[in-house]
Structure formats: structure tokens, C-alpha cells
């Protein structure tokens, strides 16, 4: 029962946080809005492989966004494609952190030779090249979102595995960590509930962040003909553009939406993680406290050090 | 001295995590990988260059493990295997071709965006809440968001094709000759603009906020105070004191960014047709040449590598606590 009003509560103040942080807010918008055409959008614009007309032709009132090289609708591949190129994006973002929180945890929380194995393992990952390194994996494997999936997740866990580490390994000593080993609490226990209930911005702000690499990454290796290229996705259709030789031809409408798209959620998801970062780190809240403290004073707020307050 | 030796250490075993991959990964293929790979190449090799390859591969009857140390012993060797592509150059010569303008493109757009972004983030941090400060931050994290490759194909539409400012691909014109030439070289640089701006606009704006939140935390610390109270010269105090230590997180950031700005600077090359190792990269996928996609990705990650360890050192040279906690 009481689980299940603070989630509530949980849910409640990360909404008022976003809402009184204006970045925060701007990228929860953008990100709604995407969303919704990504759920509802596909229903709306008809089936984007059909062949609606003459290739190539520019936006026109029946053709929003004109025709692609094979003479198919550019805006309702566009619409197909966010729902596809979204729900791989975000299925990887969480699949990314849950790894890297596995890993780096593990490895702050039992210390020692553990933690010097599994270290060297995610700095090993860390430092190979992930683009080429994806590209080869995706090249052998089936072409298809899980192999997609798959790729992104193998070379992008390892950042967020050394951050959480970290992480971990400062709460490690503190005393309430202590206290529930010597309480004699499971280690499983004291990880889920002691010492990850502790994290659950940076969680989340690593969720958003490894979300904005995967839809880069994913068009990237899309863009590359490593999708599956009769899939409709942002990046396959980035491919086909390039492919069709949009360039030469002119004919910017087949790749500007796109990438247009890909860059607006990209932001939309940084702003977002921006705004968490000024609710969440007590640096800057407290920066603002005597900004605001300042401005009502009828003083311009200089660089924010106690030195400043001394002059004043 | 230990320290470095430690890193060089690290670096060796990932050279050799990355060689491990490398050798499992065709067998990581559905079904019998020799079958499997050597399916697509039947028809378009003969029988010798099939065993030729078959050697490199180490897939042969063999037990693993020998598979595993011939595979060493003709890496070490420089035998990448033979292309399919470009059959039948060795591998290590097509990527040969490419290396040079690879190096000189990625390492260009890193070094000038990590000056530029990093002048330009101790401008924010001084003056704060100036015009940079407001304006910069958001602008360049916005050019951030989008592809190195879409804003490499916006910039090629716009300012190569519908205003014709510049060439619209590869590294130098048909009609030159390659040479140490002020004709020839300034035709690299006329054709290196576009691709090298793109990827330096795209990561512009990480330099900047990474520079700018650690000048405004070591422009509180006390011994910048001090410094100032000393009545020390602003730029003394901005470059000598604050940016000096403000710096070393950046270049932590170096290492970590070069083997990502390399791979988005693949995807670039292929938009320009530049002659780097992205543009046979995309061959090789398309023919599925499957020893020229793996020699690539070794020889990439040897480069970063290197490269890294080569920011080991600058970093020993800027952090004094590195050389002392190790002496």
C-alpha cells in the first residue's frame, strides 16, 4: 500500500520539476509530441511503401513533404519511421543502462578483485571504437531491429557502467550502508533497496541520455545499409536518399525532414536531461537560490560565491 | 614513468581484446561460419585464393585453439587477408589507401573543434550570462543533435551543390597530381572544408559545456581568489590559473571522443566520397567483404589506441599529480 503511494509522490514531483524548469519543460513537449506522432501517427498517413506517384516530385498541397526516388509519400515514411526508429531507441536507452547498472554496481558494491576485473572489462570497451566495432558485429549478424538492438547495446553499455561504479563506490561508505550490513541485510537487498533507490536521477538521466546515442547510432547503422532496408526507419530512409542520389538530384526533401526529426528529439531528450540536472544537482539550485535572492534585492547577480555575498 | 607503463599495459590488452573479437566474430555467424562465409565469395574466387583465405582466417579443420594462434601469427605478420571488393589486393594494402585521409580528416576536426570549443567555453565561463554564455550553449547543443552525416549532406546540398562554393566529393581534383604542391595542397584543403566543418560544428558544442562548467567551478575556487586578489592580470589569472586546471577533464574527454568522432567521421566520408577508410567501409559492406570491414575495424582500433596513449602523455605533462603520486 505504501509502495504504491510514493510512487505516486515520485511520479508527482518529477512532473512539478519538470514543469517549473523551463529547459526541462521545452524538452518534455518536444518529446510528447514525438511520441504521439510515433503512437498514433501511422493510423493517420497511409501505408508509406505504396507508390503514390512520379519520383522525386517537391512538397506540393497533395504531397506534404514530395516524393522519395521510388515515387513513395516522404511524410508518411517519415510518420512510420519515428514510431520504429523511437521504440528501438528507447528499448536500447533502458536495455544500455540496465547493463551498465548490472556491471558497474556489481563492481562498486563488492570492491576488491571484482571490481578490478570487471573495471578492466567495461575500460577495455570503453576505448574500442564502437562505430566500426557495431558495423562489423551488424555486418554478420541477420539484418533486423533485434540484431540492431543488439549491436547498440554491446558497444554502449560501458560508459554508464564506469559512472555508476563510481557512484556506488561513494555510497559504499556511507553510514547507512553500513548500518544494513551489519543489520545483517542480504547484499541484494542492500543494493536494490538501500543503495539504487539513491541513484534514481542519475538513472534517469542516463536512461535519456543512452536514448539520444541509440537513435544516432541506430540511423547511423542504418544509413550505412546495416537495417533492414525494407524496413521504413528514419535512418533506412536516410539510406534510400542517399541511395537515390537525393543530393545530385536536388532533392533535399527526401533527407531534410529527417534528420530534422532525428536532431528535434535529440534536443528535445538533452534539454530534458539538462533540466533534471538543474533539479536535481544542489550546486546549481543553490546558484539560482541567490540569483533569485539577489535580483529581488534589485542587484546584478555577478559570479555566485560567498565573496560576492561578502561585498554586498 | 609506472603510470605510463601501466596505461601502455591497458592498451595492449585491449589491442588484444580487440584481436579476440575480431577472431570470434565470424564465428558468431548462424551455422558453420566457414560454410557460411565462404558461401557468398564461391564464383567469385578461385580455389587458391579461397585456401588463401581460409588460412588467414585460421578456419580451417584445425581445433580452435590452433585456429586462434594461426590467426595471431598472420595478424602479426600484417596478413589481413585478401579484399573482395577490391579483389585481389591484400587487405593491408586497400586500407593503406585510405589511412592518410582518414588520419587527416578526423584528426583535423577533433583538434580544431577541441580548440575552438574549448577558447570558447573559458569566453562563457569569464563572462557570464554574457552574449556567448546565453547564446552558444543551446545553439551548438541543438547542432549537436543532428547526424555528422545529415548536417555533412545539408552542407554539401547547400553550399556544394546549390551554390557551387565547393567541391562536391573527394579528397582533391581528378586533374592533380599528389605532391608536396601549393596547387595541390591547397586543393585538399579546399576539398577537406565541408567534411572537417561539419563534424567540427556537430562536436563544437560538448568542448564548449565541458570547458565552461569546469572553469565556473575552479573560477570559485580559493586559489583563483587569491589570484585575483593579488591583483594579477585577468588574462593571467583566466589562462595560467583557472583554464590550466579547468582543462584536465577535457583532455580525459579527448581520449574518450576520439574513437567517436572517428566513427562519425566515417559516415561523413562516405556523404563527401572522401578516400578514407569510411568510404571502403561502405564497400565493403555492400559486398559484403568481410576480411576488408574486419581489417578496418582492427586498424582503427590500433590508431585510437595509440592515439589515447599519446593523451596520456599530454596528460602526465599537465597534471603534476600524476608525475608525483607515481615518483
Given amino acids: 500500500m505504501s509502495g504504491a503511494t510514493t510512487q505516486a509522490t515520485g511520479i508527482a514531483a518529477w512532473r512539478d520539476a519538470i514543469r517549473r524548469d523551463r529547459k526541462a519543460t521545452i524538452g518534455a513537449v518536444m518529446l510528447t509530441v514525438f511520441l504521439f506522432i510515433g503512437i498514433f501517427g501511422p493510423w493517420l498517413v497511409g501505408d508509406p511503401d505504396t507508390l503514390v506517384g512520379i519520383p522525386l516530385q517537391p512538397p506540393s498541397g497533395e504531397h506534404w513533404l514530395g516524393t522519395t526516388g521510388q515515387g513513395q509519400d516522404v511524410l508518411s515514411q517519415l510518420v512510420v519511421g519515428t514510431r520504429v526508429s523511437l521504440a528501438i531507441g528507447f528499448a536500447v536507452g533502458l536495455a544500455v543502462v540496465l ?30 571504437p564502437g562505430m566500426p566495432l557495431a558495423i562489423v558485429i551488424a555486418a554478420y549478424l541477420p539484418s533486423g531491429p533485434l540484431t540492431l538492438g543488439l549491436v547498440l547495446v554491446v558497444t554502449g553499455w560501458a560508459w554508464n557502467a564506469r559512472v555508476l561504479r563510481a557512484q556506488t563506490l561513494a555510497q559504499r561508505q556511507r553510514v547507512f550502508v553500513a548500518a544494513a550490513v551489519v543489520a545483517g541485510e ?10 539504487l533507490p539513491t541513484m ?113 | 614513468m609506472r603510470y605510463l607503463i601501466r596505461r601502455l599495459g591497458f592498451y595492449l590488452l585491449a589491442a588484444w581484446a580487440a584481436l579476440t573479437l575480431n577472431f570470434f566474430l565470424p564465428r558468431l555467424m548462424p551455422g558453420d561460419p566457414a560454410t557460411a562465409l565462404f558461401a557468398r565469395f564461391r564464383g567469385r574466387l578461385g580455389p587458391e585464393a579461397m585456401q588463401a583465405l581460409r588460412e588467414t582466417f585460421g578456419l580451417t579443420e584445425a581445433s580452435l585453439v590452433s585456429q586462434y594462434l594461426t590467426y595471431l601469427g598472420s595478424v602479426f605478420r600484417g596478413d589481413l587477408g585478401i579484399s573482395i571488393a577490391y579483389f585481389p589486393s591484400p587487405v593491408a594494402d586497400v586500407i593503406g589507401t585510405g589511412l592518410v585521409w582518414t588520419i587527416f580528416l578526423a584528426g583535423t576536426a577533433l583538434v580544431v573543434s577541441f580548440t575552438i570549443g574549448t577558447l570558447l567555453g573559458i569566453v562563457a565561463a569569464w563572462w557570464r550570462r554574457g552574449w556567448v554564455d546565453n547564446v552558444l550553449p543551446s545553439s551548438l547543443v541543438f547542432l549537436g543533435a543532428f547526424p555528422y552525416f ?63 562548467n569546469t572553469m565556473i567551478a575552479v573560477l570559485g575556487s580559493d586559489y583563483v581568489n587569491l589570484a585575483r586578489a593579488k591583483g594579477l592580470q585577468p588574462s593571467r589569472v583566466v589562462l595560467r590559473y583557472a583554464a590550466r586546471n579547468a582543462l584536465l577533464p577535457s583532455v580525459t574527454g579527448f581520449g574518450m571522443a576520439l574513437g567517436f568522432v572517428l566513427g562519425g567521421s566515417l559516415l561523413t566520408e562516405i556523404v563527401f566520397s572522401y578516400p578514407g577508410e569510411g568510404y571502403l567501409l561502405v564497400q565493403a559492406v555492400r559486398n559484403q567483404d568481410f576480411p576488408l570491414m574486419q581489417g578496418i575495424f582492427l586498424v582503427i582500433t590500433l590508431a585510437v589506441l595509440g592515439a589515447n596513449w599519446l593523451v596520456d602523455l599530454v596528460y602526465l605533462w599537465l597534471d603534476p599529480r600524476t608525475r608525483d603520486s607515481v615518483s
Avoid at chain 1, 542480504?186 to 543503495?195: A, K, L, N, P
Avoid at chain 1, 531534410?256 to 540536472?277: E, H
Avoid at chain 2, 595542397?185 to 572537417?196: E, M, N, Q
Fill in chain 1, 200 to 312: 534514481t536521477s542519475l538513472l534517469v538521466a542516463q536512461v535519456v541520455g543512452s536514448t539520444v546515442y541509440a537513435i544516432g547510432a541506430q540511423v547511423g547503422l542504418e544509413f550505412l545499409g546495416l537495417g533492414d532496408v525494407s524496413a521504413v526507419t528514419w535512418g533506412t530512409n536516410l539510406y534510400w536518399a542517399q541511395n537515390d542520389s537525393a543530393l545530385l538530384t536536388g532533392a533535399w526533401w527526401t533527407f531534410a525532414p529527417t534528420g530534422l526529426c532525428v536532431a528535434l528529439v535529440g534536443f528535445g531528450l538533452t534539454m530534458l536531461n539538462s533540466g533534471f540536472d538543474e533539479i536535481t544537482n544542489p550546486r546549481l539550485q543553490l546558484e539560482r537560490a541567490w540569483r533569485k535572492h539577489l535580483l529581488q534585492r534589485g542587484k546584478e547577480p555577478t559570479r555566485s560565491t560567498p565573496v560576492v555575498m561578502d561585498n554586498d
Fill in chain 2, 150 to 212: 545529415w548536417l555533412a549532406m545539408v552542407a554539401l546540398y547547400i553550399l556544394g551543390f546549390s551554390l557551387g562554393w565547393f567541391p562536391l566529393g573527394h579528397a582533391y581534383g581528378d586533374d592533380l597530381t599528389p605532391g608536396f604542391t601549393a596547387v595541390f595542397l591547397a586543393d585538399v584543403v579546399r576539398h577537406a572544408a565541408l567534411p572537417v566543418g561539419t563534424v567540427v560544428l556537430a562536436t563544437l558544442g560538448g568542448w564548449l559545456l565541458s570547458m565552461r
Fill in chain 1, 186 to 195: 542480504s547484499s541484494f537487498r542492500i543494493v536494490t533497496r538501500e543503495i
Fill in chain 1, 99 to 128: 547493463l551498465g547498472a548490472l556491471i558497474g554496481v556489481t563492481a562498486g558494491y563488492f570492491g576488491g578483485r571484482v571490481d578490478g576485473l570487471l573495471s578492466l572489462f567495461f575500460n577495455v570497451f570503453l576505448v574500442i
